[in-house]
């Protein structure tokens, strides 16, 4: 099994909107609607920023949303924020594996 | 709140195995759910290790496959992970988390080196 494939780093300016790709096959982002994102800061664990291709845990912002298309997921970060730059990961959930992208850092100018 | 808190030896011998534990606090792994390793190199990505159910069945990422089990012991409610010939290249960050269609929550990691 291959990891999924992200860009390996995006930028934008506060308040700017910023999209970040997630590229698998039909085996993984494209068969199933388990799409899943996590942002991650220096020192600490990944976390669940959204899930099943485009809902939000409680306490997310809706500034973050996730959408698809075929094999490839997509995160739509709205109206950036400084607190938003961080490593951002996407994963597909398969009946038997769980499989993660590269990561992508991003900045905000 | 569901929480999880990894223990385990912080420093491993090359060809040695890696243990780590993965307590669980405010949910019975008896009641479902698959529960699941990652790891993250040091300034690399996250990578899924495997994961258990409750019943004691298993998946593990094939990379890892010949060297890895996984173990479950829901009267502690609390699940291990084995790593057997460790190299430095298994030196990394281990989470525990809950698995389902996402990964969360999430241990706050425990970094393991390996190193003579």
């Known amino acids: 099994q291959s990891a999924l494939t992200q860009p390996a780093s995006v930028s934008g300016s506060p308040g700017q909107s910023i999209t970040i790709s997630c590229t698998g096959t039909?085996?993984?982002?494209?068969?199933?609607?388990?799409v899943s994102w996590y942002q991650q800061h220096p020192g600490k664990a990944p976390k669940l920023m959204i899930y099943?291709?485009?809902k939000r845990p409680s306490g997310v912002s809706n500034r973050f949303s996730g959408s698809k298309s075929g094999n490839t997921a997509s995160l739509t970060i709205s109206g950036l924020q400084a607190e938003d730059e961080a490593d951002y990961y996407c994963?597909?959930?398969?009946?038997?594996?769980?499989?993660f992208g590269g990561g992508t850092k991003l900045t905000v100018l | 709140q569901v929480q999880l808190q990894e223990s385990g030896p912080g420093l491993v011998k090359p060809s040695e195995t890696l243990s780590l534990t993965c307590a669980v606090s405010?949910?019975?792994?008896?009641?479902?759910?698959?529960w699941g390793w990652i790891r993250q190199p040091p300034g690399k990505g996250l990578e899924w290790i495997g994961s258990?159910?409750?019943?004691?069945?298993?998946y593990y990422n094939p990379s890892l496959k010949s060297r890895v089990t996984i173990s479950v012991d829901t009267s502690k409610n609390q699940f291990s992970l084995k790593l057997s010939s460790v190299t430095a290249a298994d030196t990394a960050v281990y989470y525990c988390?809950?698995?389902?269609?996402?990964?969360?929550?999430w241990g706050q990691g425990t970094l393991v080196t390996v190193s003579s």
């Open positions: 988390a809950r698995l389902f269609r996402y990964v969360g929550p």
């Open positions: 405010g949910y019975s792994i008896s009641s479902g759910y698959y």
């Open positions: 258990i159910y409750h019943s004691g069945s298993t």
């Open positions: 039909s085996s993984d982002v494209g068969g199933y609607n388990y």
């Open positions: 099943d291709v485009s």
């Open positions: 994963s597909s959930y398969t009946s038997s594996s769980t499989l």
